[in-house]
C-alpha cells in the first residue's frame, strides 16, 4: 500500500499541471482575492485620496471655506470645476462625484435652514460616493454645530455688555442640522435600472468564457503536433506562418460568433438594449475577438506541450479576469486594485461595453478602449509568430 502511495505521490509531483493547479492556482487566487476585498490592510488602504469635483455657485466667504476645509482633508483631493463640465467628467467616468453648492448656500447655512447643496456622481461608484458623502455631510454637521456656538456666544456676550444680566440668559432659536440630509444626484444610469447589474453579468461572462475557448483553440496547435498532423502539413507546400494565421483567423471567427451569439441571447431573453450604440458596439465586438484570439494563440505559442498550455493558460485566464473585473465587479474593488485592473485585456473589454450600455457614450469616447484591445492583439500576432517557430515547428 505504502509503495503504490509513494508511486502516486511521486507521478503528482512530477505532473507540473497538477502541481499548478494544486497548489499555485489557489494560492494566487487567494491573493487576488484577498486584495479585492480589502482584506490585506498595508497593501489595500487607500495611499490616495478620493477625488471630488467642486463647483461652488454661491461663491461666498463660508462656502469657499467649507472648500477650502475639506480639501484640506488628507482622504480628499478637491478640484474646482463649472457645472456643465463636471457633469460631462462624471458621466465620462472620469470622476466619481461632484460637490455642487448652490446659492444661497452662505445664508441657509447661517440661518439654520435646508441647505442648497447637491452631489452629482456615478451609480457604478455607489460605494465610494458614500464614503464622500459621509465626509461631507459630517463636515458640515461641524460647521453648523459651530454657527450656532458663536450665535449664542455673541448673543451672550450683548446681553452681558447691555447691563440686563439677570437670571434670564438668552436662548437662541436655531435649526439643528442633526437630520441634514444632501441631496443626491446620480447622472448615469438612471434611465435603466437593469443597466450596471447587466453589462456586468454579459459583459464580465462573456469577456471570461471567451478566453476559455480562444485558449482551447490555441491549444489545439498543440495538439495537432502531437497527433503528427502538422507534420503532415508541414510536408505541404504551407508554411508556418500560413499554419500559425489559419489558426487565428478560425479562433477570430469562433470568438466573433460567440461574442455576437451572447449579446443576442442578452437582448432577446435579458432585454439589453443593444441598439442603443451598434456602430459602436460592433468595433467592441470586433477588438474583443481580435485581442482574445490572438492572445489565445499567443498562450500556445509560448508552451511546448499541450498539458504546460492548459495550465498556463488557466492560471493566467483566472487571475486576468479576478483583476480585470470578470469576476468581482471593478466597482466594488479597493482604488490599487483599480489600477492593477489595466494589466488585463478584460478590463478594456468590459469597460468599453461599460461604455455603451451604462455611460451610453458616443463613439468617439470609447474609441481609446477600442484601439487599446486592437494594439493588445497586434502585439500577441507578433509575439505569436516569432514563438511558434520556435517552440512548435521547429520541435517536429
Given at each position: ?21 494544486t497548489?499555485?492556482i489557489?494560492?494566487i ?11 490585506i ?48 467628467l ?53 460647521y ?38 444632501l441631496?443626491?444626484?446620480?447622472l448615469?444610469?438612471?434611465k ?67 461574442l ?59 487571475v ?9 465587479p ?19 473589454g ?20 477600442i ?18 517557430n ?7
Amino acid at each position: 500500500m505504502f509503495k503504490l502511495f509513494k508511486k502516486d505521490l511521486i507521478l503528482f509531483f512530477n505532473d507540473q499541471r497538477s502541481f499548478i493547479l494544486t497548489f499555485l492556482i489557489p494560492i494566487i487566487l487567494i491573493t487576488v482575492f484577498a486584495l479585492a476585498y480589502g482584506a490585506i490592510g498595508d497593501l489595500t488602504e487607500n495611499s490616495e485620496s478620493l477625488e471630488l469635483l467642486v463647483v461652488d455657485q454661491d461663491k461666498t466667504e463660508l462656502s469657499r471655506k467649507f472648500v477650502s476645509d475639506i480639501d484640506s482633508l488628507s482622504i480628499l483631493t478637491v478640484t474646482n470645476s463649472e457645472l456643465d463640465k463636471a457633469k460631462e467628467l462624471i458621466i465620462k467616468g472620469k470622476y466619481t462625484a461632484a460637490l455642487v453648492f448652490k446659492n444661497g448656500f452662505q445664508d441657509s447655512l447661517s440661518h439654520g435652514f435646508d441647505v442648497p447643496l447637491e452631489l452629482l456622481y456615478d451609480k457604478e461608484q455607489e460605494f465610494e460616493t458614500r464614503h464622500l458623502q459621509s465626509i461631507i455631510v459630517n463636515t458640515l454637521l461641524t460647521y453648523s454645530r459651530k454657527i450656532e456656538i458663536e450665535k449664542y456666544y455673541e448673543a451672550y456676550t450683548l446681553w452681558l455688555n447691555s447691563g440686563l444680566a439677570g437670571n434670564n440668559i438668552p436662548q437662541v432659536a436655531t435649526k439643528g442640522h442633526e437630520q441634514f440630509s444632501l441631496e443626491m444626484i446620480s447622472l448615469v444610469g438612471e434611465k435603466n435600472d437593469l443597466g450596471l447589474d447587466l453589462t456586468q453579468a454579459v459583459a464580465g461572462t462573456a469577456i471570461l468564457m471567451l478566453l476559455f475557448s480562444m485558449a482551447s483553440v490555441g491549444t489545439s496547435i498543440l495538439e495537432e503536433k502531437e497527433n503528427g498532423t502538422i507534420n503532415r502539413l508541414m510536408y505541404s507546400p504551407l508554411n508556418s506562418q500560413t499554419i500559425l494565421y489559419s489558426k487565428m483567423l478560425f479562433a477570430f471567427f469562433i470568438a466573433l460568433l460567440q461574442l455576437t451569439v451572447m449579446f443576442l441571447f442578452s437582448w432577446v431573453f435579458l432585454h439589453l438594449d443593444i441598439t442603443i450604440n451598434i456602430k459602436a458596439l460592433v468595433l467592441m465586438i470586433i477588438s474583443t475577438s481580435f485581442a482574445i484570439s490572438s492572445l489565445g494563440i499567443f498562450l500556445a505559442a509560448i508552451a511546448k506541450s499541450r498539458q504546460q498550455a492548459q495550465s498556463l493558460s488557466t492560471l493566467i485566464i483566472l487571475v486576468m479576469s479576478a483583476i480585470g473585473g470578470s469576476m468581482i465587479p471593478l466597482y466594488f474593488m479597493p482604488e490599487i486594485m483599480n489600477k492593477v485592473a489595466i494589466l488585463s485585456v478584460n478590463y478594456w473589454g468590459i469597460q468599453g461595453f461599460y461604455d455603451i450600455f451604462w455611460r451610453s457614450l458616443p463613439l468617439s469616447e470609447i474609441l481609446p478602449k477600442i484601439l487599446v484591445l486592437i494594439g493588445i492583439g497586434l502585439v500577441m500576432t507578433i509575439l505569436s509568430k516569432r514563438l511558434i517557430n520556435k517552440n512548435i515547428l521547429k520541435l517536429i
